[in-house]
């Protein structure tokens, strides 16, 4: 994995992870307002069944006390199928034994007081309790099922899954859905006493929301979402990045060419112009020979007159061509820039080719080291020393292949220090790399380092080779530091 690519990793991890915590939560949400809904369900369905039997009562009150066998208290539980057993206490009767036992008759003196229906105190835990009217002339019974008072078709389906349902009166618990909900991501509650005043009891519903509870698939389709979009933000950037360098790579190679025209104009100009002044000065020196002779005078004279002004004007041409050439750079002006940076950025230009060659690339030092200088010269002469270490470490055998580049700063100097673990330079070449045409390898120019100590020394710098003692060609750089630090 290149360094480049980490920044996109931590972008992907964030930006997957916010929106599954956005879509988690809006998720939770909805969970809990479902429940919240079916808890209202569920406690609307029980205070109607409540109001029901208030109403049974009343109606059995209402009526005349019948001992027919078409007594209406024997058809009841047929309809209402909660109601397990419909009893009734003439003036004069007393209640049956279980019910007295069930405290029936405490609850009928209760409901006198009260003027309203109430349930007896013992048999909620069980699900089985009385709800008793005091009414004249006969007070009425009714044993209540708490588990049947909902059919199992109206109540909602999930209070039937994973969550505790259970009615609750003075402590006594009675559980109409058992299951204890664990520890979880939220814990739903929802408690409120029946709406009605004779079966005063709450319900409660709870449940906790766990990891298996989230919508996995949503979070996995936003997961893909993002990997998709990240990874085509990468390789949109990895290409453009890729043609950057490219664009770089060309410039830089475009001034690289120039320049070494310029260097091998100077060197013909150097060549030629010597050559020249001697051919003048001969000539001249014929003609006056000549002048001692009485034979073709005029003629030789002539002639010798004209291969002056000739080598007078192969001269001027020559002395024309080096001043058009003057300077070598590409003419951009000098700036004070951060040595490091402008090696790190050409260093990143031959990335690619470090990469494809294997070679351990380490790059340190005074980062602050500041010089005044022309930024594409600078460019151009760690483009050729490091263009030749790359050539250099062809020649060892890939494990052994680093390339080590550092900046140093003191006593008024940067520098810029470029060494390889390749093969070295030959001792009898070491005096000679930086002439002109000096090369020992097939197909080389040898211009490149001429061409990179002139640029140095265009810029107030200086460029040495020499062997590390491991044996590595090592080039060092030193350009005058900037004057503020
Ligand atoms: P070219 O690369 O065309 O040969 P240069 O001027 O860049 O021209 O290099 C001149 C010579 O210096 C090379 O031919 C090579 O012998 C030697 N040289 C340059 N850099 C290194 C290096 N890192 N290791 C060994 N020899 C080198």
Request: no cysteine; hydrophobic share 35%; net charge negative.
């Given at each position: 994995m290149t360094a480049r690519a980490w920044p996109w990793l931590l972008a992907w991890a964030v930006l997957t992870l916010a929106g599954a915590v956005v879509l988690g939560s809006r998720d939770l949400d909805r969970q809990e307002e479902a429940f919240q809904t079916d808890a209202r369900i569920a406690h609307r369905l029980l205070s109607q069944r409540a109001v029901q039997h208030d109403a049974v009562l009343a109606m059995l009150a209402l009526l005349q006390p019948e001992t027919t066998p078409d007594d209406p208290r024997r058809r009841l539980p047929a309809i209402f199928?909660?109601?397990l057993r419909v009893e009734r206490r003439l003036q004069h009767e007393s209640w049956p034994a279980d019910l007295a036992a069930q405290g029936v008759a405490e609850a009928e003196a209760a409901s006198r007081r009260l003027r309203h229906a109430t349930t007896a105190e013992s048999g909620f835990a069980g699900g089985r309790l009385w709800l008793v009217l005091a009414a004249e002339p006969a007070s009425y019974a009714l044993q209540l099922d708490l588990k049947g008072m909902v059919p199992a078709q109206e109540?909602?389906?999930?209070?039937?899954?994973?969550m505790s349902v259970a009615l609750e009166r003075d402590g006594a618990r009675f559980v109409l859905n058992e299951f204890v909900p664990g520890p979880g991501l939220r814990q739903l509650a929802f408690r409120k006493p029946l709406a009605s005043d004779s079966q005063a009891y709450e319900i409660a519903i709870a449940r906790s929301v766990g990891w298996?509870?989230?919508?996995w698939t949503v979070l996995l389709l936003w997961a893909l979402a993002v990997t998709a979009v990240v990874a085509a933000h990468f390789r949109y950037h990895s290409q453009t990045r890729a043609r950057q360098r490219a664009e770089e790579l060309l410039r830089l190679g475009q001034a690289t060419r120039l320049n070494a025209l310029g260097e091998l104009a100077a060197g013909l100009a150097h060549e030629l112009n010597q050559p020249l002044t001697a051919v003048m000065a001969n000539t001249q020196a014929a003609g006056r020979l000549l002048a001692?002779?009485?034979?073709e005078i005029a003629t030789a004279r002539d002639a010798m007159a004209q291969a002056v002004a000739q080598a007078q004007r192969a001269a001027d041409v020559l002395g024309r061509l080096r001043r058009a050439i003057?300077?070598?750079?590409?003419g951009e002006p000098s700036a004070p820039l951060r040595l490091l940076d402008n090696a790190r950025h050409t260093l990143d230009l031959l990335e690619p080719e470090c990469r494809a060659r294997n070679v351990v690339v380490q790059l340190d030092g005074d980062?602050?080291?500041t010089v005044v200088a022309d930024p594409v010269a600078l460019e151009q002469i760690v483009h050729n020393l490091v263009s030749n270490a790359l050539q250099a470490l062809e020649c060892v055998p890939e494990p052994q292949r680093r390339l080590e580049i550092s900046v140093l700063a003191g006593q008024g100097n940067a520098v810029l220090r470029i060494a390889d673990?390749?093969?070295?330079?030959p001792a009898d070449a070491l005096p000679r790399?930086?002439?002109?045409?000096?090369?020992?390898?097939?197909?080389?120019?040898?211009l490149g380092l001429s061409l990179s100590e002139t640029l140095a020394s265009s810029m107030g710098g200086r460029l040495a080779a020499a062997n590390s003692a491991a044996g590595g060609a090592v080039f060092t750089l030193t350009l005058p530091l900037a004057a503020k630090q």
């Open positions: 199928p909660q109601l109540w909602p389906a999930a209070l039937t899954g994973a298996a509870d989230l919508p001692e002779d009485p034979a003057g300077q070598p750079g590409t980062a602050k080291a673990s390749g093969p070295g330079i790399v930086f002439e002109p045409f000096f090369t020992t390898r097939t197909g080389g120019l040898g």
